[in-house]
């Protein structure tokens, strides 16, 4: 018979995030061939429904209302849960984003659910839906199951592959009216870093920087390299500390979590709060100039030498493959 499952749909910029493919491909594992009920919030967002059927949502609800065009717990919560309360699911599926790490807690405890929280992977086995989740700054991994009631869980992004496109694929989207109102927190205005361009925790390749870049202009290279591989520009703490770079761009136990198919580290000597935060990534890369570098302990491929040296060497080389 299966299960009816209700996944979040993200959206930034006017268009979905890939984690909503993602969490589509582990709604349907959850579902065990029932249902899979894409959600869609927002103050216009209804032409963004189709995609989300081509990638396997069986039907798509929509809540739109000015005040959801910019995220808050409060509009969030108010809105999903009208959804919930029509749909009756036996599975949601958030991302484990910056938005779903905050809504979800917040929906669980409203439901009286329990959480699974930064699931990688999720497997039906023995009769029960199994869900991986990294623990101890993902020195390991830990097994877990719902046994009674609803399954909830966020999925880490980049990690459970979406189905394939197709755009054939039919499905009813239809609208929930919902007064979204009493908001305790107003957005007035969204300011932006000015990044470029590809989204860190969604790269599937990521050139990452530490103190051994050594100034600004030291990431100069690593940014023609990611521009020639198509990749995000990520650092260690070591060199946001040093002013390096900004914030935004740190990986690790209290920045990003990424994983990436390539993670290039540059300068960086692998401290354990780093590799919380990359350790994951399906492909590392190491350049550092001491061959005793803890990095290299986890790194698929090493390069001993000096970045200035070798990031240079690969751009070339691989603009001659790519460009
Ligand atoms: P370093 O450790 O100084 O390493 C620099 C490396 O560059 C060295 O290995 C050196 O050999 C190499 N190098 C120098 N020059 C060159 C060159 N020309 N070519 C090639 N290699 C060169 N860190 C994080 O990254 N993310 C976190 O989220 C994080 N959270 C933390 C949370 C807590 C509570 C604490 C206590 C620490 C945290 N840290 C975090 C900091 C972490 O412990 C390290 O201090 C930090 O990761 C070091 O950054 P780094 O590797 O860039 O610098």
């Known amino acids: ?35 899979v009920v894409a959600v869609l919030l927002g103050d ?26 910019a995220y808050t717990s409060d509009g969030y919560a108010q809105a999903l849960m009208a959804v919930i309360e029509q749909e009756s699911p036996e599975g949601l599926i958030f991302g484990h984003t910056a938005l779903g790490k905050d809504l979800s807690p917040k929906i669980a405890s409203r439901l009286n ?17 199994v869900f991986t989740r990294p623990i101890y700054s993902g020195k390991a991994f830990e097994k877990k199951i719902v046994t009674d009631g609803l399954i909830f869980a966020t999925i880490r992004p980049n990690n ?4 394939q ?37 969604e790269a599937k390749v990521v050139v990452a920087g530490g103190r051994g870049v050594k100034s ?38 209290t920045g990003k979590v990424v994983t990436p ?13 780093h590799l919380a935060g990359m350790s994951n990534s399906k492909v590392i890369v190491a350049i550092n100039k001491d061959p005793e570098a803890n990095i290299f302990k986890i790194a698929d491929y090493g390069i001993v030498g ?3 040296e070798v990031v240079p060497m690969l751009t070339e080389e691989f603009k001659k493959l790519l460009v």
Do not use: W
Not at 160 to 163: E, N, R
Not at 176 to 198: C, F, M, Y
């Open 216 to 253: 600004v202009e030291g990431f100069e290279p690593l940014k023609e390299l990611a521009d020639v591989l198509g990749a995000a520009v990520g650092a260690s703490r070591g060199a946001c500390d040093a002013d390096y770079c900004d914030y935004s761009l740190q990986i690790g136990q």
């Open 1 to 35: 018979m299966g299960r009816k499952v209700l996944v979040l749909g993200e959206v930034r910029d006017g268009a979905l995030r890939n984690v909503s493919f993602e969490a589509i491909a582990a709604g349907k594992t959850v579902s065990e061939g029932g249902e």
């Open 261 to 273: 198919d390539l993670y290039i580290a540059c300068g960086i000597s692998g401290a354990i709060q």
């Open 44 to 69: 216009s967002v209804s032409s963004l429904a189709t995609e989300l059927v081509s990638y396997g949502a069986d039907r798509v609800v929509t809540v739109e209302h000015e005040n959801l065009n």
């Open 160 to 163: 459970i592959a979406s189905l």
């Open 165 to 201: 496109k197709d755009e054939s694929r039919t499905g009813e989207v239809s609208s929930i009216s919902v007064d979204v109102k009493d908001l305790r927190t107003i957005i007035k205005e969204v300011v932006r870093k000015a990044t470029d361009g590809v989204d860190l925790s």
């Open 113 to 129: 659910s329990g959480l699974i929280s930064d699931a990688t992977q999720i497997e039906e086995a023995g009769g029960n839906i």
């Open 306 to 308: 000096d970045l200035f």
